[in-house]
């Protein structure tokens, strides 16, 4: 078994993906990609995928015949941009829309097919108090469920809903994805990031992105 000392040398990134934190799991003995509010990431290697939920949602997406899959990290679901912007500036990945185009979309440009893919779906909690017709984490369900069934896609497996965070560590070589739902976790700390990030995005133009959890 590996050691920490003795650990592999990271595989190449696929072209695009250079930005995106990678780190050395000590426990797993695996490199694992660490996604943000915003970001996505597709993986032809033998590595984990790793992010944090609230009310956001995530994707989990491979072909696993042709051994591709990856994983997106979206906090609203829909933006009102035009195409052009989208294809310009990474940033519109925060939508639902364009996060779950552009998952898709890179997974078959780098030799998935369709009909092969895997769909897992998670996230969505309340966690934010005294929402109603507001509720992001509702409306991101909604938003993914009605996206991927007008696109003729079948969901697998998910777990959305709730009132809890969620750790989600996805394996796109097995597909095998392992959901923690911190309960122990300061959601109050979480619901103020989470209210302070929608601020952000829905007032201001396209810019960084903001980094939701430690």
Known sequence: MLGDDDKPRPAKTLRGFSEINRYWDRQR????????????????????????????VSACIRDPAMRIGGMNH???????HQQKLFEKNSDATRYGNFAMEKLINDILKHGGRRENLEIKVFGGGKVIEHMTEADVGNRNIKFVREFLATEGFRIVAEDMGDIFPRKIIYDP?????????????????????????QKEIENKPLAGDIELFD
């Open 29 to 56: 003995k695996i490199y694992s990609a660490k996604i943000l509010p915003g970001q996505y990431y597709v993986t032809i290697e033998d590595e984990l995928i790793v992010t944090v939920l609230g009310s956001c």
């Open 74 to 80: 979206f906090m609203l679901p829909t933006g009102e």
């Open 173 to 197: 070589m097995s597909g095998k994805v392992q959901v923690k739902k911190l309960r122990s976790m300061h959601n109050d700390t979480i619901a103020k990031r989470e209210k302070s990030y």
